[in-house]
């Protein structure tokens, strides 16, 4: 593996004064936050803006990148936008959030964008060319995080199984699946592809994976493997890539078939869960919620009996992980919320009953 130079060096600012930006993006629960907090804590003494799109009602990657107070980003340099898809809402809140980071007396050296699950990156790379801000920062890469056992088992592959396992979801579902659309639109964007969770594959998956997304893929990109999204900053920044200028070379299936993207495929709701006696008390539960009614994603807070410190719960299908980030704080309480996404129709008074 080549690592690549850091061209911004000790400031930032590439040649032209731009101020460097990498846009992270993958669906949902490939292991972005983790990737962005591993980058965080190694950023080498690099100042860094962080800004995170989520999806779903409550904040819960800005909150566990902030619950680990890493030394270099402080809060107020963690921005996040919560009112819909950052690719959607590229006018009303990027290019705003975007223009006072720069307007900053200390700007950042570095801006990283996590995009939510669900986002297009291609319109966001083409917010870049505003007037606003183009001659003031660039894409210096965008980077497709992987989930690689989800990948290895075909789950975005457009085939009979991965396309009958949506159907039961939604009967309305005869051909291509829209999140099969998504993970191509998201890696033929990319400069750059992770494919994570490399412990949880065997030889075999890692190639099938890796087949796969080869298969898919209509231009260069080069393509690593990772653990708990832990790749080195300088493979990460320094791309160099400019992508703002290369558009063209990125192509996307609704620009292809003359498609406007929305989110209609997809909903999400919250859910508030009491303290619990103990973590496995809740997990016991969710498993086969999550079966049942076939949700794709949870993640959220919670409280533990007898502990002071807050759980962070995240799952990606039934694999779910959960561990203790920081002190609750009084104004939390003794409750928990957790954000449930999944396909539209979501039997949300079942699921809710179910976990209450």
Request: proline share 5%.
């Amino acid at each position: 593996m080549t690592v690549a130079s850091n061209a911004a060096g000790a400031t930032g600012k590439i040649p032209g004064g731009k101020i460097p930006a990498t846009i992270v993006t993958g669906f949902l629960g490939a292991g972005k936050t983790s990737l962005i907090q591993h980058l965080l804590k190694n950023a080498g003494g690099k100042r860094l803006a962080l800004i995170i799109n989520e999806f779903g009602e409550l904040g819960v990657d800005g909150e566990i990148v902030k619950g680990c107070k890493i030394e270099g980003c402080p809060d107020e340099n963690i921005v996040e936008l919560a009112n819909g898809c950052i690719c959607c809402t590229v006018a009303d809140d990027f290019l705003p959030t975007m223009k006072a980071l720069l307007d900053r007396a200390n700007p950042p050296d570095h801006i990283v964008i996590e995009t939510s699950g669900l986002a297009l990156p291609k319109p966001l790379v083409k917010a870049f060319n505003w007037p606003e801000i183009r001659t003031r920062v660039t894409v210096d890469g965008v980077v497709a995080v992987v989930d690689g056992p989800a990948v290895a088992a075909g789950r975005f592959a457009d085939n009979p199984d991965a396309v009958d396992a949506l159907r039961k979801s939604d009967d309305g579902l005869d051909h291509e699946s829209p999140l099969a659309e998504l993970f191509e639109d998201q890696i033929n964007c990319a400069d750059l592809i992770i494919v994570n969770k490399a412990d949880q594959m065997t030889g075999g998956e890692h190639e099938a994976a890796q087949a796969h997304i080869i298969k898919e893929l209509q231009r260069p990109a080069k393509m690593i493997t990772a653990r708990f999204g832990e790749v080195d900053p300088r493979v990460l920044l320094g791309l160099d890539a400019a992508a703002e200028a290369d558009l063209s070379a990125r192509p996307s299936h609704h620009e292809l078939e003359g498609e406007d993207h929305n989110h209609d495929d997809f909903e999400s709701f919250q859910v508030e869960i009491g303290e619990l006696a103990e973590p496995q008390q809740l997990l016991a539960k969710l498993v086969p919620a999550i079966e049942a009614h076939d949700i794709l994603r949870v993640k959220g807070f919670l409280a533990v009996a007898g502990k002071d410190m807050r759980l962070v719960l995240q799952g990606v299908g039934n694999r779910l992980q959960h561990y203790y980030d920081r002190p609750l704080e009084a104004h939390e309480g003794r409750k928990g919320r957790i954000v449930v996404i999944g396909l539209k129709g979501l039997d949300r008074a079942a699921i809710t009953a179910a976990l209450a």
